[in-house]
């Protein structure tokens, strides 16, 4: 069955090792027959909540008029929603994180999400695996919170110039995960 998969990207570099994980998983998910919709949040505008409780309530998902006017639309479409993104400060970019935070908007506003399951794709310089522990928990308390099914974490770490993935197995990986989503 094919799904439509949301890759929410956080990269402001683009066509950085971040963004190149993005589109092999996209490739990987279109050969298996899905119809993928990428979001580069870095070069919208999405402020932050200020939980205002006001969400759906003046024609938008949230109040504040920004883009995430144009990524509403995108989740309320999707079954499965895949974060690509590099590891700032041990978690989500703020470009990304701001995007997350107005996921609230759809509890508030008592309008549930259709997204089963989601996936993480994330690289930075950190050499150590635990280096990842904080995005990798915060993707796993957003999954169980939301009921998404996790299909699949992917990092890939010791990346700091543009290109560095490259010499890496990681758009492998990720374009294998894209292939098997079922």
């Not at 490739?27 to 119809?35: D, E, L, M, S, V």
């Not at 590891?87 to 309008?111: C, E, N, R």
């Not at 915060?138 to 974490?153: E, H, R, T």
């Amino acid at each position: 069955m094919s799904k439509n998969i949301l890759v929410l990207t956080g990269s402001p570099r683009k066509s950085g090792n971040s963004d190149k994980l993005a589109n092999a998983f996209i490739a990987g998910a279109q050969q298996a027959g899905h119809t993928t919709v990428k979001f580069t949040t870095a070069d919208k505008h999405i402020k932050g909540c200020i939980d205002c409780q006001t969400c759906f309530s003046r024609g938008s998902a949230c109040s504040i008029p920004d883009d995430f006017a144009k990524l509403a639309p995108l989740l309320e479409q999707a079954d499965m929603v895949v974060f690509a993104t590099p590891l700032y400060w041990f978690t989500f970019p703020v470009q990304l994180k701001a995007a997350i935070d107005k996921f609230y908007s759809f509890l508030i506003g008592k309008k549930p999400l259709k997204v089963k399951e989601c996936a993480l794709l994330v690289c930075g310089g950190g050499m150590e695996l635990d280096t990842y522990d904080g995005i990798v928990k915060s993707y796993k308390l957003i999954a169980d919170f939301l009921n998404w099914k996790d299909s699949g974490v992917i990092i890939v770490p010791g990346l700091h110039d543009e290109d560095e993935i490259l010499k890496t197995d990681g758009l492998q990986r990720a374009e294998k995960l894209g292939k098997n989503i079922v």
